[in-house]
């Protein structure tokens, strides 16, 4: 499938979460197998290309593409979840949205110092979510090769946020 027609399939929901925010529903495209399919291909080769031995991929969409990737590339996958779901000793960040603030965790265990992590989730927007993934890759000695999205809201400049670091989105809107 083309990146026309996968941007094709992405749904505007109006006031969501709340009033004034343009939500974009990609579970359309979860739902074909065929363009599903064309999105980790897409994914997959560029995430290749920095050859990572860690995919984070961020609560809750950054779950559906990162063990994917994961598995294709032979790299391991760590949770970035929100507060309160991981069992064992955590490091946490807090961190501005779009519409409110929020907290990430993971393990303390889950990077090691040196392992080279690249960070994917399904959307970018302001890039808070993924500065502050990033951080916790970086608090553990970890290093970010780059961020990975299926959709970049380009008008929110959310890669000015990430440091200047390899950002790939396969649609921009």
């Known amino acids: 499938m083309t990146v026309q027609e996968l941007t094709a399939m992405i749904r505007d929901i109006p006031d969501f979460p709340k009033p004034g ?14 363009a599903l399919r064309a999105v980790l291909d897409h994914l997959e080769t560029w995430a290749a290309s920095d050859a990572p031995e860690m995919i984070a991929g961020i609560e809750a969409r950054g779950f559906m593409f990162g063990p994917p990737l994961a598995a294709r590339l032979g ?4 949770p970035v979840r929100k507060p309160g779901k991981l069992p064992h000793s955590i490091v946490s960040e807090s961190y501005a949205l779009e519409y409110g603030e929020n907290t990430l965790e993971m393990h303390e265990d889950a990077v090691r110092p040196g392992q080279k992590v690249l960070i994917v989730d399904d959307l970018l927007a302001t890039g808070g979510t993924a500065s502050a993934a990033a951080s916790l890759v970086r608090q553990l000695g970890g290093e970010v090769s780059g961020f990975l999205f299926m ?10 946020q990430l440091g200047g670091l390899p950002v790939r989105s396969l649609i921009g809107l």
């Open 75 to 78: 790299a391991g996958f760590v």
């Open 151 to 160: 959709v970049e809201l380009a008008a929110l400049d959310g890669r000015s």
């Open 21 to 34: 925010i343009l939500f974009r529903d990609i579970t359309p495209i979860l739902a074909d197998p065929r």
